[in-house]
């Protein structure tokens, strides 16, 4: 027998609604006794992004299950940092925060790297690969694909409602509360591993004649050997490290 239920979504989950549905009851049709959980992934809201549920007025864990006529009420995760308590439903984010980001986001990855961030992407990962790293490495899962973020074993994730890398960031500074966190030009913006400073007779044979004869001081990844030093990309860099800190 066929049953209807009826929900409401709050906030940021709307962004995951078609336009028709946002702010407003949704009737779902069901057979049994589905888990609320599994009728909220249905309506195309991933559970990562889920701070609470109330059913008929009663706070719910995701594995409760739905009533005819039920109404369901659900309510998004919240920026941390801002509130003492998460939400019974928000796992916390590990800190420090590390990231696994899908095939899309590469500039993303580079910039998060640059920040400090252990951020690990490859182009050839696919959804099932990147949820597996996301749980046995404790990383938060960062994506534009809403179905990578319902895969079961994601538990800290978030949806990138932009698709410009400069917004992205700014999205994830704010919903993971980084800010505290950064620690520039730390990492490797190409594979991830640390930088160390290194003397420049180390590296002498890695440098461009022009970068030999006008710079002194130089940093080294200790992965992929790739050479850093102050000229005018760490400069760029830098001006955009104050402007993030101008937002805040």
Same mark, same amino acid.
Request: charged content about 20%.
């Given at each position: ?42 309506? &195309?809201?991933?559970?990562?992004? =889920? ?17 005819? &006529?039920? #109404? ?9 940092? %801002? ?36 951020? *690990? ?8 690969? =990147? ?13 534009? !694909? =809403? ?8 538990? *800290? ?38 930088? #160390? ?19 002194? %001081? ?5 992965? *992929? ?16 490290? !104050?402007?993030?800190?101008? !937002?805040?």
């Amino acid at each position: 027998m066929e049953h209807t239920a009826h929900l409401l979504f709050h906030g940021a989950l709307n962004d995951f609604l078609p336009k028709y549905d946002r702010g407003q009851w949704v009737t779902y049709r069901f057979t049994g006794a589905p888990a609320v959980k599994d009728v909220v992934e249905a309506c &195309n809201v991933p559970h990562p992004e =889920i701070g609470s549920i109330a059913v008929n007025g009663r706070k719910v864990p995701f594995s409760q299950p739905v009533q005819p &006529n039920g #109404k369901v009420e659900v309510y998004p995760a919240v920026a941390e940092g %801002t509130i003492d308590v998460l939400p019974p439903l928000q796992i916390s984010s590990p800190v420090p925060a590390r990231f696994v980001l899908d095939v899309h986001l590469g500039k993303l990855v580079r910039y998060l790297r640059l920040l400090g961030f252990d951020t *690990c992407y490859e182009n050839h990962y696919d959804d099932q690969t =990147i949820a597996q790293i996301a749980a046995q490495e404790q990383r938060i899962v960062l994506t534009r !694909d =809403i179905g990578l973020l319902k895969i079961k074993t994601v538990q *800290c994730g978030y949806w990138l409602r932009s698709q410009q890398w400069e917004k992205q960031l700014r999205e994830v500074l704010h919903r993971f509360h980084l800010m505290p966190q950064l620690q520039p030009f730390t990492r490797c913006m190409g594979c991830n591993g640390l930088i #160390k400073e290194v003397e420049k007779k180390v590296v002498m044979s890695l440098l461009p004649p022009k970068t030999k004869q006008f710079f002194h %001081t130089f940093y080294q990844c200790t992965h *992929c050997k790739r050479v850093y030093w102050k000229g005018s990309h760490f400069d760029k860099m830098q001006r955009f490290l !104050d402007r993030l800190s101008m !937002d805040e």
